[in-house]
């Protein structure tokens, strides 16, 4: 028995060294190219274009690559890939203005097995007019979703499964972004509605931002930070593990909850405005001077610990 196993580790060893050496030489003959490897079909760029004034809303769906939507200058739809016969974009525009881009595979089983170099396939990138007017939904599963310098008056959603999500110089009506193993960040962004963000392993970082409705923002082992923002209506942000961090956050009545994280920073107002109710079981807590003010600020953290002061009016 002993021996059978010998053997069998010898002939291991004899076929890995065999695999290094093939490899080596492969390597070898294409110049220590590793693109030389390549066993994939090659990608191609492709430009699409569609007049912006016909599209009301923009439906994009990815499967790996990161998605970038940015604002021009120019009044049209512009749309840049990578494809080639098996990997390539559905591109679609309705009568009633809705312009679809899916990811499309037609791949068999075998066509996965292989090396792959292709820098450009990872990248989706779409111009449309600094001001859109159509709603737009966007999602991916492993890619990044990134957003930029766009006023637009429709609804935004993006979503994502492992891969981060990020709005900067946004103008947008009501917004939801959502990822699972990624991380959410918003910076100087305006939503005239509600803003709801949820991730379960990343963090949410919001900055400078103006909400017309209330904030949502939920995770469940990141942490919370909100910075030089105000929502017109109600805040309720929650996590478990992790801390929430305000720094001149401002809203109508305040939710915030954490397990294992702690709860500190300031809210927009002046001591008279809020009526605070916080529970920690073996945190400290520390709140700021109040009377029966008419907004309601409610804390609360299990092992983490409460320290709140005013940042002033905000205004």
């Known amino acids: 028995m002993k021996s059978t196993v010998r053997i069998l580790i010898i002939l291991a060893g004899v076929f890995i060294i065999v695999g290094a050496i093939v490899a080596f030489t492969a390597i070898a003959i294409g110049g220590f190219r590793f693109s030389s490897l390549n066993t994939g079909l090659p990608y191609s760029e492709k430009n699409y274009t569609y007049d912006a004034a016909g599209v009301t809303e923009l439906e994009i769906r990815d499967i790996s690559c990161d998605v970038n939507l940015i604002g021009s200058g120019d009044q049209s739809v512009k749309i840049v890939c990578y494809e080639n016969e098996k990997d390539y974009y ?67 959603k993006a979503d994502s499964t492992s891969g981060d999500i990020s709005l900067k110089n946004i103008t947008a009506g009501e917004t939801s972004a959502q990822t699972v193993s990624g991380s959410l960040e918003l910076d100087t962004t305006v939503v005239n509605g509600d803003l709801r963000l949820q991730t379960t392993s990343g963090e949410i970082n919001v900055a400078a931002t103006d909400i017309a409705g209330g904030l949502s923002a939920e995770t469940t082992s990141g942490s919370m930070d909100f910075t030089d923002t105000r929502a017109r209506d109600d805040i309720d942000a929650g996590s478990v593990s992790g801390d929430i961090k305000l720094d001149h956050l401002g809203g109508t009545d305040f939710s915030l909850k954490t397990i294992s994280g702690a709860i500190r920073g300031s809210i927009v107002g002046n001591p008279g405005d809020y009526t605070f109710k916080a529970d920690s079981v073996s945190g400290n807590i520390h709140l700021p001077d109040s009377a029966s003010g008419k907004k309601s600020f409610k804390a609360a953290t299990t092992s983490g610990g409460i320290d709140l002061e005013y940042s002033g009016s905000g205004s």
């Open 90 to 156: 559905t591109i679609s525009l309705s009568t009633d203005g809705k312009l679809s881009i899916v990811k499309s595979i037609s791949k068999n089983w075998y066509d996965f097995f292989g090396i792959n170099f292709n820098p450009h396939e990872q990248t989706l990138t779409i111009a449309v007019p600094a001001e859109f007017k159509a709603a737009v939904q966007v999602g991916t599963i492993s890619g990044k979703i990134t957003l930029s310098k766009i006023m637009m008056e429709g609804s935004l």
